[in-house]
């Protein structure tokens, strides 16, 4: 929702020429995250075509990412499938992580990374 025609309204941007029919365009957000908020950073990439203009800016780092763990003891019951209840947040980027489901839920289509820990 901002004029500047780039994903973000702060950035930097990077050109590079590939030759006189195309060129690509990469932004790379610097957005503050002392908040607790990643939604501001990340790098996209877009290409202009000397026949079709520029491509839409897609979105190649900065996505959701967890790091979740347990807490207190969980009995485990030999011979049948068991859900381990992570229900401990060590780092959330987005807050996407539920942990009264013991889920991660996607906001979106991408890649996301989720890091668990387990002792058995």
């Known amino acids: 929702n ?3 025609g ?7 941007v990077k050109n590079e020429k ?4 195309r060129f690509t365009q990469y932004f790379y957000g610097n957005a503050d995250t002392t908040s ?6 990340g790098t996209w990439i877009r290409h ?18 967890a790091n979740i763990g347990t807490t207190g003891r969980q ?6 499938n068991n859900k381990i209840k992570y229900n401990r947040i060590i780092k959330d980027s ?8 013991n889920r ?3 906001s979106h289509a991408g890649m996301h990374l989720v890091s668990a820990s387990l002792y058995i």
């Open 2 to 4: 901002n004029t500047t």
């Open 18 to 21: 590939h030759s006189n029919y």
């Open 48 to 65: 202009w075509w000397a026949d079709s203009g520029w491509t839409a800016w897609q979105k190649i780092s900065g996505f959701a990412h």
């Open 94 to 101: 987005h807050k996407l992580f539920d942990t009264k489901n």
């Open 104 to 106: 991660f839920v996607a």
């Open 36 to 41: 607790g908020s990643y939604d501001h950073v």
């Open 6 to 12: 780039y994903p973000l309204t702060y950035g930097f």
């Open 75 to 80: 009995a485990l019951i030999k011979g049948e």
